[in-house]
């Protein structure tokens, strides 16, 4: 089992910056992927960022790309992501997940098995 706390959301104005914190419990952290993924109000989730088990390997959606940057502490057990000029079609509740099936950064919902409670991001303009 692992367990997943997302924490950092808030409001914001448009052009702000936001650090979301993803705290990891219950299996060894560096042994598997980490994503965040998004909802906005009557929308789907929809993936944002993915990081590999050891972080060397990134893979972001198009929006965010150049805005954005996802990043791990091994150590920590703690997944971030940093958002930086936001907008306000970023308002979102955001979850963090966790693959124990893959080491890769993937973006596919599916390959995730574990999903804390969200957290979230509103972006005023």
């Known amino acids: 089992q692992v367990q997943l706390v997302e924490s950092g959301g808030g409001l914001v104005q448009a052009g702000g910056s936001l650090r979301l914190s993803c705290a990891a419990s219950?299996?060894?952290?560096?042994?598997?992927?980490m994503a965040w993924f998004r909802q906005a109000p009557g929308k789907e989730r929809v993936f944002v960022a993915a990081?590999?088990?050891?972080?060397?390997?990134?893979y972001y959606t198009d929006s965010v790309k150049g805005r954005f940057t996802i990043s791990r502490d091994n150590a920590k057990n703690t997944l971030y992501l940093e958002m930086n000029s936001l907008k306000p079609e970023d308002t979102a509740v955001y979850y963090c997940?966790?693959?124990?099936?893959?080491?890769?950064?993937?973006?596919?919902?599916?390959?995730?098995?574990?999903w804390g409670q969200g957290t979230q991001v509103t972006v005023s303009s």
């Open positions: 997940a966790a693959s124990t099936l893959l080491r890769t950064a993937v973006a596919g919902a599916g390959a995730y098995n574990y």
């Open positions: 219950g299996r060894t952290f560096s042994n598997y992927a």
């Open positions: 990081i590999s088990w050891g972080g060397g390997s990134t």
